[in-house]
């Protein structure tokens, strides 16, 4: 064969692989834009997919918005307190138009203090985390409050709180018990140091608001108090877990401070101070704000609290405690059951108390009222000012393991009375006191109570068991009733 025709079949199969290759080329072009393509729908899709759930709330919202909508970058490292505070900001325009709701997703959401808006949801997502940012210059100082006169830290000013608001009507912070987290250790070392000029924040604090929803929660390690409203009315704070390190200081679970109709239930706590504590006030200047705390109704509530009490009334009382409703309250290794914290000084009053149906294990006192509590604003109070305790109901207790059945403590010359214990049964420890009851400047009755009470209550016989009333009309909050919500965005 010549050499032409060897030629012939080599450059018709270099012909064919050329062209092969160009198809190859070619699919490989196709594949690769079919997959960018769908890459670029799947992306679409992700951006314009709706997030939707139902919630329970006092009001629902016409508005919605994601905290990632205005820049929120949930890592655990990048601050967002800019982002909160944008987000809010641009929702308040809707204020006056069906009000708005801000949700924070799963993520861990770094941030320092942000102020909430009138009808104005938070939601957060059972998967989100704020994080209380450890830098201080993300958290402004704000005055003392003016029923207190200074700082229960320092004598000046204080933090303002991880979550505040002022002159708000109808604002919630909700969620699907996603979780705020005070980190307060970086607090708690500052303060037992001393190296405080400010009191320390709390996680959650509305002022001189009205219609308030607080739930479905989960509060850990918080700085210092964990929910405080003061100078409000008309709040529901429902469902909240509340955690914090037994030695961290003066990690109150719930303080309602000078607030009117409020409702706490369905709430579990373990805290290094007590589980709520109703406050109003502090010596003058408590008295002289004179704003007290009424219609407060506390119920399922379950506590832990070695050091401390599962509700305290004080001790800064100073504008008056009246009309509180206890019942269903479980307490387990806590201090004391309901205690009464009062002095020389505080003014005021505690008066119309009712607790029924609490259940106590391994306490050291079930009851415990003192007059002698001390820790003063200032030097400047009046030894004249004797606070008025009276009308203190408290029915159908059960406890066992307990060391001393009771420690109450009047003041001279300014007895605490009408106190009314009935049907309450304590069995004691193992290494109880000889005497289980200690009992001075105190008047009142009981009825069917073991051990035996002392002599400052006597017995009235069975015919008295029910003698300590509970009310049986409702509170006005009490009629409030949450609506079914939706999120839609």
């Known amino acids: ?63 919605s918005a994601s905290l990632i909508d205005f820049g929120g970058v949930g890592d655990g490292n990048t601050s967002n307190t800019k982002a909160f505070q944008s987000a809010i900001s641009h929702l308040s325009q809707y204020a006056s138009k069906g009000g708005a709701q801000l949700y924070v997703p799963a993520g861990k959401w770094l941030t320092g203090s942000f102020s909430l808006i009138s009808h104005f949801t938070l939601y957060l997502n059972k998967d989100a985390f704020l994080l209380a940012s450890q830098d201080i210059r993300e958290w402004p100082v704000i005055e003392p409050l003016p029923s207190y006169g200074r700082g229960r830290d320092a004598a000046a000013g204080r933090y303002t709180s991880l979550i505040f ?52 929660l989960t509060l850990l390690n918080s700085p210092s108090w964990n929910v405080h409203p003061v100078y409000s009315s008309n709040i529901i704070i429902k469902g909240l877990t509340i955690i914090a390190p037994v030695p961290s200081p003066n990690t109150d679970g719930i303080n ?11 709430c579990y706590i373990v805290s290094g101070d007590d589980c709520v504590a109703v406050k109003s006030g502090w010596d003058e200047y408590g008295i002289k704000f004179g704003w007290p705390t009424k219609q407060l109704v506390i119920r399922r509530l379950t506590c832990i609290s070695p050091e401390s009490a599962a509700i305290a009334l004080g001790s800064e009382m100073s504008g008056g405690i009246q009309d509180v409703r206890a019942e269903d309250i479980t307490a387990i290794h806590t201090e004391s059951g309901v205690r009464i914290k009062t002095a020389v000084g505080r003014g005021g009053y505690v008066k119309d108390i009712y607790v029924k149906r609490m259940t106590m294990h391994t306490m050291k006192w079930v009851f415990w009222m003192t007059g002698n509590y001390g820790s003063h604003a200032d030097s400047h109070y009046d030894p004249n000012a004797l606070p008025e305790i009276n009308g203190i109901n408290y029915r159908d207790v059960v406890a066992d393991n307990v060391t001393i059945a009771a420690r109450l403590e009047g003041i001279s010359n300014d007895p605490f009375t009408g106190i009314c214990i009935a049907n309450v049964t304590i069995n004691m420890a193992a290494k109880a ?16 109570v073991t051990p035996k009470p002392c002599n400052s209550l006597p017995d009235q016989g069975p015919e008295k068991i029910k003698a ?15 609506q079914k919500c939706v999120y839609k965005h």
């Open 1 to 63: 064969m010549s050499q032409t025709n060897t030629k012939v079949p080599f450059l018709r199969m270099k012909l064919l692989w050329k062209s092969h290759v160009r198809v190859i080329r070619l699919v490989c072009a196709l594949l690769l834009v079919t997959l960018l393509s769908s890459e670029v729908a799947e992306s679409r899709k992700a951006k314009t997919a709706r997030t939707s759930f139902e919630y329970k709330a006092i009001n629902c919202r016409a508005h």
């Open 468 to 482: 300590c009333d509970f009310p049986q009309e409702n509170l006005p909050i009490d009629m409030l009733e949450l």
């Open 165 to 216: 608001g002022t002159n708000l009507t109808d604002v919630i912070v909700t969620g699907d018990n996603g979780t705020i987290d005070g980190q307060g250790a970086f607090w708690w070392q500052k303060f037992q140091k001393k190296k405080l000029k400010y009191t320390r924040p709390y996680l959650i604090e509305l002022m001189f608001s009205d219609k308030i929803q607080i739930s479905n």
């Open 256 to 266: 309602p401070d000078s607030c009117t109709n409020t409702r706490i239930e369905d």
């Open 433 to 448: 006191k000889k005497q289980p009851w200690a009992c001075t400047d105190i008047e009142g009755i009981t009825s069917g």
